[in-house]
């Protein structure tokens, strides 16, 4: 496009942001980039050992002796894509569209989550116009895939008293509180054979699919489970040779591939009740408009594939996992206590399941947890924890809280959304290796996020935008 909307520095930034592949465990290129601008803005930097890069800018002029702001974002995306993209999102750019109203990627995720972040603060290190207390810029790396960037920061590079994240996605809405997490990976191995029959590949595909947690109580598909049902489905004996769903555990996944061999006089039997079951699925859940399914049959095959004993008993092990909300709230209108079975990937004989499981509890996020290993051991396999982080904890009527508030009710005519969410949040990270630190989290609409539909507001990012160099002033 040829010319920016405003605020022109943040979409400026964003650009570069979007032109740097940076993907959760491929961001040496974007922190190279920050460095780089840090260093062209004056403003002292560094990486730490993890790869987090911290930047430093002394307060203006009247604001020295005013407590120490952090900004912090995260400078990893989730790169999903249409199955029709072509794109490499680990050596390429992102190409943007500018609509009238949103930003999009064609194709792909925006990285809004949390590209927006990182541009909001570099327009903030560039313009010396901007009122400020001393100010620290923490940016984070693979958030997205267990927040290793916040729990292997230094307790020594959160220097302040108030501490805004700008990884929220509803503008209006101060997030006080979050959901603590652990991911747990499990694997159940099955007996293999080479097998000789007829050959039929699935794909299920176009479901909506969302964020784990924020939209996990939402009647959306699981594209595992869409795919589990269907070969649940199959009176006859089947040998499983291929499955491959999901891309993130902390995804809703949209597609879903299986291959089995068949028995050659089953096979349109067999085909035939993939089929009807699909048919079920697809009319009980009228929401999932872009649900599809592509079934393929070829002639006498020959692959490796689970024996037919092991494939049955895989797919009962399967359906007994848990999936979606657990628990509901005692008070609030939101989840306790989720899981999102977000990959299923069976290579050389073994099924890997990766799940994320998310609580505001920490002792029902370990009970649950538990409760998988347990399933996986009881069918012979194993399973593994990671990226385990605790509940950011509400403390209600903090200062920043009451200030944030005051000065977007004084320039919206309306008070902010006060909430805790069911998603996972650096905030409880930081906040424990920082005990002076008082934390909100903030940002502009952000639709659809680890998704190829996610979609920045180009309005809303400038609201944002004006309302925290009003708060910046305001501390």
Known sequence: MNQLPQPESVFRYFSEIASIPHGSGNTGMIRKWALDTAEKLHCPAYADETGNVVIRKAASTGYEDHPGVILQGHMDMVCAKEPDCQKNMETEGLDLIWGDT???????????????????????????????????????????????????????????????????????????????????????????????????????????????????????????????????????????CVWQGGVRDNVIPTDCTAALIVSAEDAAQIRREITAQFDAIKAENPQETGMALQINCNAESTAIALTTTCTSDLLRSLDALPNGVQEMHAVLPMPETSLNLGVFALKDGVMHVDALIRSGNNAKKAALAEKLHAHIASVGGTASDSGAYPAWEYIPDTALEKTAAAVYTEMYGKPPVIETIHAGLECGILAAKAPQLSCISIGPDILDIHTPRERLSLASTARTWDFLIALLQSL
Do not use: W
Request: proline share 5%.
């Open 102 to 240: 949103f930003l999009t990627a064609d194709g792909t995720t925006l990285g809004g989550d949390d590209g927006i972040a990182v541009a909001y603060a570099f327009a903030i290190l560039e313009d010396d116009s901007i009122p400020h207390p001393p100010l620290t810029v923490i940016l984070t790396v693979d958030e997205e895939t267990g927040m290793d960037g916040a729990t292997g920061l230094a307790p020594d590079a959160l220097t302040g008293k108030y501490l805004i994240n700008i990884d929220s996605e509803q503008e209006g809405v101060f997030t006080v509180g979050c959901a603590g997490g652990i991911r747990v990976h499990m694997q159940e191995p099955a007996e293999t054979q080479e097998t000789s029959g007829t050959s039929i590949s699935l794909t299920v595909s176009g479901l909506i699919g969302g964020h784990s947690g924020t939209e996990i109580h939402k009647p959306l598909l699981n594209a595992n489970l869409v795919m589990l049902a269907l070969l649940r489905a199959v009176s006859s004996p089947i040998a499983l």
